[in-house]
């Protein structure tokens, strides 16, 4: 019911205890009531995510639902807080080499060198906001999917742990719009040459962004066999958002909170994601886990096709080699 194993779950208590503990005793001595333990804190968090009810896990929990919201977020946002479970885009030099020799070892015959992440779009599906939320509910709406959501611009690792997520616009914007307001957009950007991210037709092609070959070009063989060795890398950030899906119950549906709760909520999953991995309690060999349905931000082939460099010169490395697509029978 927790997502987790005991033992981790023993863990993700030790590491958020201090800073929930902090802010339970300045409200014991303020209003004289003995806080709820770390322990019962978390068993309603996680259950909350896993897809359970709160009226079944407050009265398992022996509190009113007001409470159970506060503790909640309380667990909400010492996980946030938490340095301990952050994680970053890779940066310094040792880092990239780390996530690139990470990628490497997925790619059939080391055909793609140099990719440090994989980035793609999410759909967080929402209520409807409130007009006293934004001042442009429709935006959140997204004409694709026919449901209110967030665009979310995540990137991930070999091991499928998020590298960056960011909460980037609402529900209607497309990927190239929303990517273009987030951090990582730059972050990509400086990257040194050789090092690049893969992502969808959704984005433009450049010298650190590849993206597969779309339209007439496609067809072309020595195209069509550098989008298959892109592929094979570029599905670890769909399989990274079917895992977080499969395992974290409550993105299956329209989240029912406040529109800044819900970025939070995300982000929180996001964390727990990535420590799960960590932790060894997700495993990569369950197909249902990995192939989970879940929502991108809209997608569509970029009408701006951009160029590279670097993609060509790869391109031709896979030709000198004589590596195609692999024919399936």
Request: charged share 20%; net charge positive.
């Amino acid at each position: 019911m927790y997502r987790m194993e005991y033992i981790t779950f023993m863990k993700l208590c030790d590491i958020i205890c201090p800073k929930i503990m902090v802010s339970d005793e300045m409200a014991r001595v303020r209003t004289g009531k003995e806080t709820i333990s770390v322990e019962i804190m978390l068993h309603c968090l996680l259950r909350w995510l896993g897809g359970g009810s709160y009226l079944d896990i407050r009265l398992s929990a022996g509190i009113s639902p007001a409470k159970f919201y506060s503790c909640v977020y309380k667990c909400v946002d010492a996980i946030l807080g938490s340095e301990d479970l952050a994680y970053k885009f890779p940066s310094t030099e040792k880092e990239l080499d780390e996530a690139a020799q990470g990628f490497g070892s997925l790619s059939t015959q080391d055909a793609i060198k140099g990719c440090v992440a994989c980035l793609d779009g999410y759909l967080l599906q929402i209520k409807v906001p409130a007009k006293s939320e934004t001042g442009n509910v429709k935006a959140y709406f997204s004409g694709h999917y026919q449901t209110y959501g967030i665009n979310i611009q995540a990137a991930c690792d070999h091991k499928c742990r998020f590298v960056y997520a960011g909460v980037a616009a609402p529900g209607g914007t497309n990927d190239i719009a929303a990517f273009k307001k987030t951090k990582i957009s730059q972050m990509i950007q400086k990257l040194p040459p050789r090092r690049f991210v893969i992502g969808d037709n959704a984005y433009v092609c450049s010298e650190t962004l590849l993206t597969p070959f779309s339209g007439h070009e496609k067809n072309d063989p020595s195209k069509d066999a550098l989008n298959f060795y892109l592929s094979q890398l570029r599905i670890r950030i769909e399989q990274t958002f079917g895992l977080m899906t499969g395992k974290w119950r409550i993105l299956c549906q329209p989240l029912q909170m406040k529109l800044k709760n819900a970025a939070k909520v995300f982000m929180c999953i996001t964390r727990l994601h990535n420590f799960c991995i960590n932790e060894g309690n997700i495993s990569f060999n369950n197909n249902e886990d990995s192939e989970r349905v879940f929502m991108h931000s809209n997608v569509y082939e970029s009408g701006i096709v951009g160029s590279s460099v670097l993609r060509n010169m790869i391109m031709q490395e896979l030709v000198n080699r004589r590596l195609e697509r692999p024919a399936f029978e």
